[in-house]
């Protein structure tokens, strides 16, 4: 049993993620496969909804990474939204904020298509 939901809809002419509970080395291929899948089916406008999310670990950090440069490669853009404090603290840590667009809600996402 994972303690990851992962439901996605098309919304504006993009893809948004959402993800609920926890996101961690046990789950991370859960998530990977969402990802992989909208990748393969041309999708490159994607939205990862952390509104839900309670952990990220390193290895669902990783999945987004590995993915960026393809879907930016294909006129596209990775865009997170919804960070609680502690998750956004995960990406400040790294220095990634400056890499990603991040906004606080999947409308204000959408828009930065």
């Known amino acids: 049993m994972t303690n990851l939901e992962i439901t996605s809809e098309s919304r504006k002419g993009a ?50 990474l590995a993915h960026v440069q393809k879907v930016r490669d294909s006129g596209g853009d990775i865009v997170l939204c919804g960070l609680s404090p502690k998750i956004y603290k995960v990406f400040d840590l790294l220095g990634l904020p400056s890499f990603f667009t991040i906004t606080a809600t999947v409308e204000e996402a959408l828009a930065c298509f």
């Open 15 to 64: 893809w948004i993620l959402h993800l609920k509970g926890v996101l961690d080395a046990y789950n991370h291929l859960l998530f990977r496969q969402s990802v992989d899948e909208h990748v393969k089916k041309g999708h490159n406008k994607l939205v990862v909804d952390f509104g839900e999310l309670s952990y990220l670990g390193s290895s669902g950090l990783e999945v987004i």
